[in-house]
């Protein structure tokens, strides 16, 4: 079975600080790996996705997150981060037979920026 | 993409009663699904909402407890019965539209439930 652990439940930061948030996936097979924002009282959004090919992969708002097989991670990241990307950051994987119907999530990790 | 309306957005229930959570899409989609958020916590898979026929639910969920209905390819609904306290969560749909190939995963914006 597959399992995703996010290593860090808050992150507070400052502005324009750059952000690393920590996912680690569990499964004896290929993988799917996606990031999700969710922003207050709203539903999720998706920041990125890997299915295959290159391992680093960009998103909207600047975002991106590299793959890495050997370490089981899926870790996203900003440069520069802004206030209005405080919201809570979900991990998710799937089999890629499938696909985006059985999405296995992360905890969560709440990013909040500081002035 | 998929824009996707969930009402009601939230409810506050008495204990033992049930609610009945719509979702609709504004295009056809392949899949369409519910998921659970329970406070502080992460989402979590309820069921597959199927058309024309009876949902699949994911382990540890029941239809008795969440019957789903999914009346054609734009449109599902999810009741939570007999409702307790321990119901309280956010309840959202997700659809998968057919240009995606099961890629990715659109969500509605939730039904805030809480059970007094």
């Known amino acids: 079975a597959q399992s995703v652990t996010q290593l860090d439940s808050q992150v507070p930061v400052f502005e324009e600080a750059p952000v690393e948030l920590r996912c680690n996936y569990s499964?004896?097979?290929?993988?799917?790996l996606f990031w999700y924002v969710q922003y207050p009282n709203q539903g999720l959004q998706l920041l990125l996705k890997?299915?295959?090919?290159?391992?680093l992969v960009k998103g909207i708002n600047g975002f991106e997150a590299e793959f890495n097989k050997s370490q089981t991670s899926f870790h996203l990241r900003k440069p520069s981060v802004h206030i209005s990307d405080t919201a809570e950051y979900f991990c998710?994987?799937?089999?890629?037979?499938?696909?985006?119907?059985?999405?296995?999530f992360g905890q969560g990790t709440r990013l909040t920026i500081n002035p | 993409s998929a824009v996707i309306s969930q009402k009601p957005s939230r409810d506050i229930c008495q204990r033992g009663t049930s609610l009945t959570i719509q979702c609709q899409v504004d295009?056809?989609?392949?899949?369409m699904f519910w998921y659970r958020q329970q406070p502080g916590q992460s989402l979590t898979l309820i069921a597959t909402?199927?058309?024309?026929?009876?949902?699949?639910?994911e382990s540890g969920f029941v239809i008795d407890k969440f019957p789903i209905s999914r009346p054609n390819l734009t449109f599902s609904t999810l009741t939570v019965s007999n409702m307790s306290p321990e119901d309280s969560s956010i309840y959202l749909c997700?659809?998968?539209?057919?240009?995606?190939?099961?890629?990715?995963?659109?969500f509605g914006q939730g039904t805030r439930l809480t059970v007094v």
């Open positions: 909402a199927n058309q024309g026929s009876e949902a699949t639910y």
């Open positions: 997700s659809v998968i539209p057919r240009a995606h190939m099961n890629t990715e995963a659109f």
């Open positions: 499964s004896s097979v290929s993988v799917y």
């Open positions: 295009s056809q989609v392949t899949m």
């Open positions: 890997y299915l295959s090919g290159s391992t």
């Open positions: 998710a994987v799937s089999h890629p037979v499938q696909g985006a119907q059985k999405l296995v």
